[in-house]
């Protein structure tokens, strides 16, 4: 079922609700639709909202097309019509060879034209084969649309037809009836999902207290301004059961370090996390920053045994973190909400870092976090 069942402000209604996340059960009881038509007309595109058509300014308005229409009226000539809009003659007169001199309406004739104007754009994908198998390539290795977007004019430098932007890589994977890269792509992108959604915020939960913690205002300059490689944040990524992986991530270069966690309590935490940083060279054991988990309680047994500081967070500040919290949702596409994480070796949380660390980065310049820090480090031994 198409779009033809609404009015035009009825699917502009629509796309503007979807858009801002508002329920589409509400949103079909104001429109008098069935809901139905409503899902089947945003599943059809994937949850990509047309594209509004818009008048080229070179293009006749219905104002001027009305004044042709006045001046034909009062005998006037194509070359003084012309003059008085300003425009060439040439094209005011095929205008009227289009629609008619004697029976030339400007209402009519403006809808005629805007008809007519309206036709098929090949989606540059369906044209650029060779494009279009990389990108199904690169996205087969979970890199995002944005990342390869990023990547190509770096892998191609000279090839400008290897050029796409990730808007159009998101809408040939979202709009199947585009026949251009197949559906089954669509579940190595971290969210798996099959329509487009805006972002939803979400409510920090408050934490528990942390004895003797040292606030992030106190942290070193050095590491706000990320300009020093050895500054780590981290957090548990939480699973079903009970269950949980350690994540760190160094500030400087994004790189990621997960860390199998068998248990909760803060004593097993701080020895886990304690013989991760240790592997560490010594220039990379700066700092660490954590929220308000009572995980770690024994932050002081941590930083005795690595001489890494610990800093805290303030309550409900998950931004302060924004490296990890960034990752940690990266990592969702690995491991799903509700799942068990107890089933993941230490060998195969390695595999899934060294996935991310290899992926280009935008905040990076599109450089990897592996290759960001390997220089990072040489620079600084």
């Known amino acids: 079922m198409n779009g033809s069942q609404l009015t035009t402000g009825q699917e502009a209604e629509l796309w503007r609700r979807y858009k801002a996340n508002e329920s589409l059960v509400e949103t079909a009881r104001l429109l008098s639709q069935p809901y139905g038509r409503l ?20 293009v006749l308005s219905l104002a001027e097309r009305e004044e042709i229409s006045r001046g034909l ?7 003084q019509i012309a003059r008085d809009l300003g425009r060439a003659a040439s094209s005011v007169s095929r205008e009227v060879r289009r629609h008619g001199a004697s029976e030339y309406r400007a209402l009519e004739a403006d809808r005629r034209a805007w008809r007519s104007a309206e036709r098929p754009k090949p989606c540059k994908l369906a ?35 290897m050029r796409v932007s990730h808007e159009t890589i998101y809408r040939s994977l979202f709009i199947q009836s585009r026949n251009v890269l197949k559906k089954e792509l669509q579940k190595h992108l971290r969210t798996r999902r099959r329509l487009r959604r ?58 990621v370090m997960l860390v199998r966690i068998p248990h909760k309590d803060s004593v097993t935490v701080a020895k886990a996390l304690s013989k ?23 932050h002081k047994d941590f930083t005795i045994a690595t001489n890494v500081k610990v800093y805290f967070c303030d309550p409900s500040s998950p931004w302060q973190r ?29 595999k899934i870092a060294r996935k991310l660390n290899q992926r280009p980065r935008e905040t990076l310049g599109f450089d990897t976090p592996a290759d960001k820090l390997a220089k990072s480090v040489a620079s600084t031994a």
């Open 39 to 58: 899902y089947t007309r945003i599943a059809v595109r994937g949850g990509c909202a047309p594209i509004k058509r818009r008048r080229h300014q070179r």
């Open 73 to 79: 009226s009062a005998g006037c000539s194509i070359r």
């Open 127 to 161: 044209q650029q084969t060779r494009l279009c198998a990389v990108i199904a390539k690169q996205l087969g290795e979970e890199w995002s649309p944005k990342q390869i977007a990023g990547w190509l004019p770096k892998a191609f430098p000279r090839d400008h037809s």
């Open 198 to 255: 805006s972002r939803l915020a979400r409510e920090a939960e408050m934490r528990g207290q942390i004895s003797d913690a040292i606030s992030i205002r106190e942290r070193p300059a050095e590491a706000d301004d990320r300009a020093v490689p050895g500054h780590w944040e981290g957090d548990l990524l939480e699973g079903s059961k009970g269950t949980q992986i350690a994540t760190l991530v160094e500030r400087h270069s994004r790189f």
């Open 276 to 298: 991760t940083i240790h592997k560490l060279p010594l220039q990379l054991r700066r700092s660490l920053t954590w929220d308000r988990g009572t995980e770690m309680n024994r």
């Open 322 to 350: 924004g490296s990890n919290e960034n990752t940690n949702g990266l990592l969702r596409q690995y491991f799903p909400k509700g799942t068990d994480l107890s089933v993941h070796s230490q060998a195969h949380l390695n």
